[in-house]
């Protein structure tokens, strides 16, 4: 695509000049630039530019200045560096260290890295990683106090390996400190829910073994090389996350020693208090469980295995560092992609925006808002026992996968209201919309077994306690509609309601007393904007929203107009059967 592409004079922007553009997402979008100074001194950046369109919402700019001042803060090797904050035309910039390479979700691609990636290779990836981020979450203050500073949102999209062999964490454009001031009133929860812990989906408090949970996700994937958590709800990757069992990879993957799986299985551990304490302390876990094999792979052997295995990707990243060098560059209506770029998303798209009716430059379909978030303080470095995970039966369970950033145009027109029990079952069907070598990889059955590399492996197995939770208490929901609905084969999980009109009561009755209860709402094939009692919640996917006990009126508006009525039941103190919307 860049060799047919005509190269033109780079566009200019304050004191840089706008090379390519890489990447464009929710909130904000990304060029390669060169910052030119006296005597011919020339250094190639990002710019991380908000959308203009954003540009007046206070809270959004807010977020987006939180991000700078944090990551400008942080100094490390592991770590992004930022170099600037600015502003030209009413338009807040992020300017920090370009890099080459590859997203570490490259190596969980059979697409993209034919050969399973090897105990050595994930290890050396995921030990630096953990030290950005410990190194992240011990920032202090002037006085020496700690910032307790929690990422909140990593991902294998966020950890990127350099050309160099070094891992670099991402984008803390959700990252929260125990004074953040960024509120939000919607009752979404911020971040890529398919490596959200538990304790953050419920909102409540975070610390750093949240962060923990997520690293422990990407190891897990990269392995597996298919999603752990999921699905293709934002509803049922809840609950895969809360309930679901969750496969040993050493049964995935007997060729990981079974010490590297069992430190894989403490970091997900749903109860924080059974993970381990710190980054470090995870980090520290895998080196070691390597050990027998050579220990992890250094940074010139990731290096040199990033120089083999994305060739094609390397290359493009060269022609287009050669041309910023030269002064050329692209037409920046054009969207060079991420096979030359940082290849993050810059918000995180949740899956129903994903396979749903979502487009580019579609900012509302695109931005989830925040939540404001305690941080607990920093744990005692005791490190608890391992705890027993649960595990999937071998070629079990779910296998759904999607190729993230696509966007696929599903039904529309009348739909009807699903409203969900919670319950304890796997439930789910299958993706037929994935690529082909993604979905052979799905499945255990079919995995292709690692090849020699030049990162030696070791043949081993461990098996691994089950344990099922108990399902979460139910109640009642009722449904009234605006248009004509229609029958949804939804998950297992999921019954269909028809809209029916109900007749009020000629007396209001006494709202019952209690505690606040919670829903969640969510929305299919595409978003919707809700209301509650008229009140404005935001964009589905809404997650354990707080409601106070008794009936409340719900009103949704999909992006083509289409709307739907429905009403609640909350009882005091219960969580609601969560509410679905299907258009």
């Given at each position: 695509?860049?060799g047919?592409?005509?190269?033109?004079?780079?566009?200019?922007?304050?004191?840089?000049?706008?090379?390519?553009?890489?990447?464009?997402?929710?909130?904000?979008?990304?060029?390669?630039?060169?910052?030119?100074?006296?005597?011919g001194?020339?250094?190639l950046?990002?710019?991380?530019?908000?959308?203009?369109?954003?540009?007046?919402d206070?809270?959004l700019?807010?977020?987006?200045?939180?991000?700078?001042?944090?990551?400008?803060q942080?100094s490390?090797?592991?770590?992004?560096?930022v170099?600037?904050?600015?502003e030209?035309?009413?338009?807040?910039?992020?300017?920090?260290?370009?890099?080459e390479g590859?997203p570490?979700?490259?190596?969980?691609?059979?697409?993209?890295?034919?050969?399973?990636?090897?105990?050595?290779?994930v290890?050396?990836?995921?030990?630096q990683?953990c030290?950005?981020?410990?190194?992240?979450?011990?920032?202090?203050?002037?006085?020496?106090?700690?910032?307790?500073?929690?990422h909140?949102?990593?991902s294998?999209?966020?950890?990127?390996a350099?050309?160099?062999?070094?891992v670099?964490v991402?984008?803390?454009?959700?990252?929260?400190?125990?004074?953040?001031?960024?509120?939000?009133?919607?009752?979404?929860?911020?971040?890529?829910?398919a490596?959200?812990?538990?304790?953050?989906?419920?909102g409540?408090?975070?610390d750093?073994?949240?962060?923990?949970?997520?690293?422990?996700?990407?190891?897990?994937?990269?392995?597996?090389?298919?999603?752990?958590?999921?699905?293709?709800?934002?509803?049922?990757?809840f609950?895969?996350?809360?309930?679901?069992?969750?496969?040993?990879v050493?049964?995935l993957?007997?060729?990981?020693?079974?010490?590297?799986?069992a430190?894989?299985?403490?970091?997900?551990?749903?109860?924080?208090?059974?993970?381990?304490?710190?980054?470090?302390a995870?980090?520290?876990?895998i080196?070691?469980?390597v050990?027998?094999?050579g220990?992890?792979?250094?940074?010139s052997?990731?290096?040199?295995?990033?120089?083999?295995g994305?060739?094609?990707?390397?290359?493009?990243?060269?022609v287009l560092v050669q041309?910023?060098?030269?002064?050329r560059?692209?037409?920046?209506?054009?969207?060079?992609?991420?096979g030359?770029?940082?290849?993050?998303?810059?918000?995180?798209?949740?899956v129903?925006?994903?396979?749903?009716?979502?487009?580019?430059?579609?900012?509302r379909?695109?931005?989830?808002t925040v939540?404001p978030?305690?941080?607990?303080?920093?744990v005692?470095?005791?490190?608890p026992?391992a705890?027993?995970?649960?595990?999937?039966?071998?070629?079990g369970?779910?296998?759904?996968?999607?190729?993230?950033?696509?966007?696929?145009?599903?039904?529309?027109?009348?739909?009807a209201?699903?409203?969900?029990?919670?319950?304890?079952?796997?439930?789910?069907?299958?993706?037929g919309?994935?690529?082909?070598?993604?979905?052979?990889?799905?499945?255990?059955a079919?995995?292709?077994?690692p090849?020699?590399s030049?990162?030696?492996?070791?043949?081993?197995?461990t098996?691994?306690a089950?344990?099922?939770?108990?399902?979460?208490?139910?109640?009642?929901?009722?449904t009234?509609?605006t248009?004509t609905?229609?029958?949804?084969?939804?998950?297992?999980?999921?019954?269909t309601?028809?809209?029916?009109?109900?007749?009020?009561?000629a007396?209001?009755?006494?709202?019952?007393?209690?505690?606040?209860?919670?829903?969640?709402?969510d929305?299919?094939?595409v978003?919707?904007?809700i209301?509650?009692?008229?009140?404005?919640?935001g964009?589905?996917?809404?997650?354990?929203?707080?409601?106070?006990?008794?009936?409340?009126?719900?009103?949704?508006?999909?992006?083509?107009?289409?709307?739907?009525?429905?009403a609640?039941?909350?009882?005091?103190?219960?969580v609601?059967?969560?509410?679905r919307?299907?258009?």
């Open positions: 695509m860049m047919a592409a005509p190269s033109v004079a780079p566009t200019r922007y304050g004191k840089y000049a706008l090379v390519a553009k890489l990447a464009m997402g929710g909130m904000a979008e990304i060029f390669l630039a060169r910052l030119e100074g006296a005597a001194f020339a250094k950046v990002c710019i991380k530019r908000m959308l203009p369109s954003l540009a007046r206070p809270q700019v807010q977020m987006f200045m939180s991000e700078a001042k944090i990551a400008a942080i490390h090797h592991n770590v992004c560096q170099f600037e904050l600015g030209l035309d009413g338009r807040y910039y992020i300017a920090m260290e370009y890099l590859v570490l979700g490259c190596f969980r691609r059979p697409d993209l890295y034919p050969a399973p990636p090897d105990a050595r290779l290890a050396g990836l995921g030990a990683a030290e950005g981020l410990h190194h992240a979450h011990n920032l202090k203050r002037p006085d020496g106090s700690s910032m307790e500073v929690v909140r949102d990593v294998a999209n966020n950890l990127f350099t050309v160099d062999g070094v670099k991402l984008d803390f454009g959700i990252a929260k400190i125990q004074d953040a001031s960024v509120r939000t009133s919607t009752g979404s929860v911020k971040g890529t829910y490596y959200m812990a538990p304790e953050q989906l419920r409540e408090r975070v750093r073994r949240t962060d923990v949970f997520a690293m422990g996700t990407v190891l897990w994937e990269t392995f597996a090389r298919r999603h752990l958590f999921k699905r293709e709800t934002e509803y049922l990757t609950q895969a996350i809360t309930t679901d069992p969750i496969p040993d050493c049964e993957r007997p060729d990981v020693p079974p010490e590297l799986g430190a894989i299985a403490k970091a997900l551990s749903r109860d924080r208090e059974q993970r381990w304490p710190t980054a470090r995870l980090g520290e876990a080196s070691k469980s050990g027998v094999l220990g992890p792979a250094t940074p052997e990731i290096a040199d295995e990033i120089a083999r994305f060739v094609g990707r390397l290359k493009e990243q060269r041309m910023a060098h030269e002064g560059g692209f037409d920046l209506e054009m969207d060079v992609g991420p030359v770029g940082h290849g993050t998303e810059l918000v995180t798209t949740p129903s925006m994903i396979t749903g009716q979502s487009k580019r430059g579609d900012t379909a695109q931005v989830t939540d978030v305690v941080v607990a303080p920093a005692a470095p005791a490190m026992t705890s027993a995970m649960p595990v999937a039966p071998r070629g369970g779910r296998r759904w996968l999607a190729v993230a950033g696509i966007g696929v145009v599903v039904g529309a027109g009348a739909g209201v699903a409203i969900w029990g919670v319950g304890s079952g796997s439930g789910g069907a299958d993706s919309q994935v690529a082909a070598a993604e979905q052979a990889a799905a499945s255990p079919t995995m292709p077994m090849v020699p030049p990162l030696p492996t070791k043949t081993t197995t098996p691994v089950t344990t099922s939770p108990s399902p979460s208490p139910s109640m009642s929901t009722t009234t509609t248009t609905p229609t029958t949804s084969t939804s998950a297992a999980t999921a019954s309601v028809k809209a029916k009109p109900r007749p009020r009561s007396e209001p009755k006494e709202a019952p007393k209690g505690p606040d209860g919670f829903i969640t709402i929305s299919a094939p978003y919707a904007s209301s509650i009692d008229g009140r404005s919640y964009d589905t996917p809404l997650i354990h929203v707080e409601l106070a006990p008794g009936r409340h009126a719900v009103h949704a508006v999909s992006p083509s107009g289409s709307t739907h009525n429905l609640i039941t909350i009882e005091p103190g219960k609601a059967p969560a509410a919307i299907e258009w």
